[in-house]
């Protein structure tokens, strides 16, 4: 069997034995009495290194809060930590926030030439696009591309804007300025180009044919006298006819992707005149020998009557066709023409004689 362990017998009495001067007990058991003063010094000297430790370890820890707070502060000053709110805010749909906490985050990098300044740009841009404040955006997207003059998401971005905006001269500017064959692609794709008309605007006196055409082979679509034709227009695919009135035609390539081009807008006004006098070759005379009259008109497409008894002439009238024999007697020729819109022109008249020469036989 094993004896129960005996802490005082093992432990505590070996000890005093060998370390008396350690346990007061014994001390003061050999000086036959308590000394006060001896232990009031004796307490003293025990407290003095532990007020030490205290104040040491109160400066350390004073010490670590310091540097607690220190990196705590230097750390919401930082640029991870902005980009990081930041990232937070447009997560949430807070762009005002996002903005604000991303132009600081570019602030701490605006001298560095690095993909961060180049992402919080992007971001500061995109955030202003979702705000629906274009022109800021844009602002922020071209300073990306004087940093990465290749950089296809700010390029992109800005023509998309461009086109919303209908900016085509900034579209045609941007297309000089585009690095890359997918930027000059993007370009080409969401810059249709004008539409280009036959004929130029103004007024006629007849009918016009006019054709368009784009630059790029795209389709077109137009409207006559009822505005813009993104929205039910017709397609072009043979020339339209202008006739007599107003006629306003507005029109606007559409790129395969569907991307529209600028909006053409041309006015036509046809006033039709009635033709002018028809000339009659000769102009009239006496005449003993046969004569042939021809009669000429600058009306396109008109027809000609006349008449040789002075009556004026119609539709039912003889039509003159080439040159016709003056008839004997004295004749008054009448001529009218009309042309192909109906219109007629004042009467034309020449008196014309023509007595033949009698031979008297021997």
């Not at 010094?41 to 290194?49: A, D, G, I, L, R």
């Not at 640029?79 to 132009?103: H, M, P, T, W």
């Not at 370009?187 to 044919?209: H, L, R």
Request: negative net charge.
């Amino acid at each position: 069997m094993v004896p129960d362990y005996d802490e005082f017998s093992v432990d505590i009495i070996p000890s005093i034995v060998a370390h008396p001067e350690e346990h007061e007990f014994i001390m003061a058991a050999k000086a036959g009495a308590p000394d006060d003063t001896t232990e009031t010094e004796n307490k003293k000297k025990k407290k003095k290194p532990y007020s030490k430790i205290v104040t040491a370890a109160t400066l350390v820890s004073i010490c670590i809060c310091a540097l607690i707070v220190y990196f705590a502060v230097s750390y919401t000053m930082s640029y991870e930590y902005k980009v990081n709110r930041a990232s937070e805010a447009y997560q949430d749909g807070d762009y005002e926030s996002a903005i604000a906490l991303y132009l600081d985050a570019a602030a701490i990098n605006e001298n560095e030439n690095n993909e961060e300044l180049i992402r919080s740009y992007l971001n500061i841009a995109d955030s202003y696009k979702n705000l629906s404040k274009r022109p800021e955006a844009l602002s922020y997207y071209s300073k990306v591309l004087e940093l990465d003059p290749e950089n296809e998401e700010a390029f992109f971005a800005t023509t998309e804007i461009m086109v919303l905006d209908e900016d085509y001269d900034g579209l045609s500017s941007l297309f000089e300025k585009a690095k890359t064959s997918a930027q000059k692609a993007k370009i080409e794709d969401a810059w249709a180009g004008e539409v280009i008309f036959s004929e130029e605007e103004g007024e006629y006196e007849d009918d016009i044919s006019l054709s368009l055409s784009s630059p790029k082979g795209y389709q077109i679509y137009y409207t006559i006298n009822d505005g813009d034709p993104s929205d039910g227009g017709t397609l072009f695919e043979e020339p339209i006819q202008l006739s007599d009135g107003e006629s306003v035609i507005s029109a606007r390539a559409v790129s395969q992707s569907g991307v529209k081009g600028p909006l053409v807008t041309k006015t036509y006004t046809i006033t039709y005149q009635a033709p002018n006098l028809p000339v009659i070759v000769p102009s009239g005379g006496n005449y003993s020998v046969p004569i042939a009259v021809e009669i000429l008109s600058s009306a396109k497409g008109g027809t000609i009557y006349y008449t040789w008894d002075g009556s004026r002439p119609d539709v039912n009238s003889s039509r003159y066709d080439g040159p016709i024999q003056v008839p004997e007697g004295n004749n008054v020729l009448s001529v009218l023409v009309i042309d192909k819109h109906g219109l007629l022109s004042e009467i034309e008249r020449a008196n014309f004689v023509y007595i033949p020469v009698v031979t008297l036989s021997q």
